[in-house]
């Protein structure tokens, strides 16, 4: 059963750090490309950063460019958010998705979903 399982939210403060993993299990991610996006309640889940298969390609939102950076182990099968300089707007629940063929921000373009994890970023 093909399966992505996020972990490493939580409570941080103002200008803390957070790193996100999204683990599969099931099948093997060298070949999926991964996003990461968010959701806060009442708003449309929104593409934060992507990552192509082979880890040549990134793109992240303009909100977090310069704070947050993907990248991937393909060999723990494993893809990381590394989340810096966080802010209050950037808690929401988190998730990644995984697709075989498309690569990209939009929700839309990915057909495996995790269940998410929670940031919160609070004083």
């Known amino acids: 059963q093909l399966q992505l399982v996020e972990s490493g939210g939580g409570l941080v403060q103002p200008g803390g750090s957070l790193r996100l993993s999204c683990a599969a299990s099931?099948?093997?991610?060298?070949?999926?490309?991964i996003g990461w996006f968010r959701q806060v309640p009442g708003k449309e889940r929104e593409g934060v950063s992507c990552?192509?298969?082979?880890?040549?390609?990134?793109d992240y939102v303009d909100s977090v460019k310069g704070r947050f950076t993907i990248t991937r182990d393909n060999a723990k099968n494993t893809v990381y958010l590394q989340m810096n300089s966080l802010k209050p707007e950037d808690t929401a629940v988190y998730y990644c998705?995984?697709?075989?063929?498309?690569?990209?921000?939009?929700?839309?373009?990915?057909?495996?979903w995790g269940q998410g994890t929670q940031v919160t970023v609070s004083s």
């Open positions: 990552i192509s298969s082979s880890g040549g390609s990134t």
């Open positions: 099931g099948f093997t991610l060298d070949y999926y490309a």
């Open positions: 998705a995984a697709d075989p063929f498309r690569y990209g921000l939009k929700y839309g373009l990915y057909d495996y």
